[in-house]
């Protein structure tokens, strides 16, 4: 028999050449185990989902007990299922009164091509505005506002009415005009390397997009559900988006998206023609009765401001090392080296050190820290000492 490596290689379609063949068996909290039992600090939370850690016993009940009521029942918008109408209300509780009709997806790409749709759709204009290395997911429509020729250009001709402008730029206010159906922004742009909006670079978008029509749109598929310190960004940042894209963390570890707007500017998928977006799992009970779950946790335990404690004790205890900058705010961390040559190294070699860790898309000169936002002190102090170990092995 091959071991399963093998057939991960020979039956898994592959997404790159070198996949991190890493495997795990079982996960629990902070901690993925190996085969060999084998534990692994997870400072990555599968990119920002496992914000409550790895089957957190709140999460499980959830699933079990909506398991036994019942798993897809209707394509999304049919039937009222309760796991998606209280999710729904409870997300709405906790946005602003213009963000209070949740349209439930299956993932974050599948959230930005919503939001593109749905602003095309009620404003009847084409361009959508987007950022140099911005990234906003895979799918056809969101490659065409990936914000770097790296990964799309082999994929042209793409989604015609583009704009590309700099993140952080004053002129990107100025590239809003009346033909512009959306601007579509990460409030901190992840992909990029955890770049922070500079003083007034939100507003400005906002007034502008108010000047001529065009709605904000905010990426917070990385940023939200506590992870920058904030439940949200744009509490942090104090500007309402017209459109709010969520996903990753939405499903507490089960795959789930939403774009959410007003109930007027959402109310134009529905009519003349209706069905202007549809979905069969979009917003699958069992995802949703996960994802509330895991909120009620993040709330309860005020993981959001938890983080920003965290995020200190991180920086403390890096403090030491050979590292340049910490960019980031909360637990969306990108560590600077001295040496950038060693990141690749540092990544490849973090499972020897017990740790798992990550590369960004768009940024060679750092790597990831973005660990479940339930990580204990403790915990926090031996991945640090297991990266001091493992940076110096490399020094
Ligand atoms: C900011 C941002 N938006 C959208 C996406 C796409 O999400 P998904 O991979 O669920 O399609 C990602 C994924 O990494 C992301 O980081």
Redesign the pocket.
């Known amino acids: 028999m091959p071991s399963l490596r093998q057939l991960f290689l020979d039956h898994l379609g592959q997404t790159s050449l070198s996949p991190l063949l890493l495997e795990i068996d079982k996960a629990e909290g902070s901690f993925l185990y190996g085969r060999d039992g084998k534990d692994y600090i997870d400072l990555i939370s599968g990119?920002?989902v496992s914000n409550t850690g790895h089957r957190h016993p709140e999460v499980m009940a959830a699933i079990s007990e909506q398991a036994g009521r019942y798993l897809h029942l209707m394509v999304y918008g049919e039937v009222v299922q309760s796991p998606q109408v209280m999710y729904a209300a409870r997300l709405a509780s906790l946005l602003p009164p213009s963000l209070q009709s949740v349209f439930f997806v299956?993932?974050?790409?599948?959230?930005?091509e919503g939001a593109i749709k749905l602003a095309r759709r009620y404003t009847g204009r084409n361009e959508i505005i987007y950022f140099r290395n911005?990234?906003?997911?895979?799918?056809t429509g969101?490659l065409s506002v990936q914000g770097s020729e790296l990964y799309r250009n082999a994929f042209r001709p793409l989604m015609p009415s583009t704009t590309m402008v700099e993140f952080n730029s004053a002129e990107a206010a100025a590239m809003i005009s009346n033909t512009t159906a959306a601007v579509l922004v990460?409030p901190v742009?992840?992909?990029a390397g955890v770049i922070q909006p500079a003083a007034g670079f939100l507003e400005s978008l906002r007034t502008a997009c108010d000047k001529h029509g065009a709605l904000l749109v905010f990426?917070?598929?990385?940023?939200g559900f506590g992870r920058t310190g904030s439940l949200f960004s744009l509490y942090r940042y104090n500007v309402i988006p017209d459109i709010l894209?969520l996903?990753?963390a939405l499903g507490g570890g089960l795959?789930l998206?939403a774009f959410v707007s007003s109930s007027g500017i959402m109310a134009a998928l529905s009519h003349d023609p209706s069905l202007g977006h549809i979905t069969t799992f979009g917003g699958h009970p069992l995802c949703c009765a996960a994802g509330l779950a895991s909120l009620e946790v993040i709330i309860r335990e005020d993981l959001a401001a938890k983080a920003k404690e965290k995020e200190r004790l991180f920086r403390d205890q890096m403090a030491h090392l050979p590292v340049r900058e910490v960019r980031g705010e909360g637990l969306l961390l990108a560590v600077v080296p001295e040496d950038k040559k060693i990141i690749s190294q540092i990544v490849l070699r973090a499972p020897d050190y017990g740790l798992m860790l990550d590369y960004f898309?768009f940024c060679d000169e750092a790597f990831r820290i973005a660990p479940p936002l339930t990580i204990s002190p403790d915990e926090i102090a031996l991945a640090c000492n297991r990266l001091e170990k493992l940076m110096k092995a490399l020094s």
């Open positions: 990119v920002s299956n993932s974050g790409s599948e959230s930005i911005g990234y906003h997911g895979s799918t969101a990460e742009q992840a992909e990426d917070e598929v990385q940023t894209v996903a990753k795959p998206g898309l």
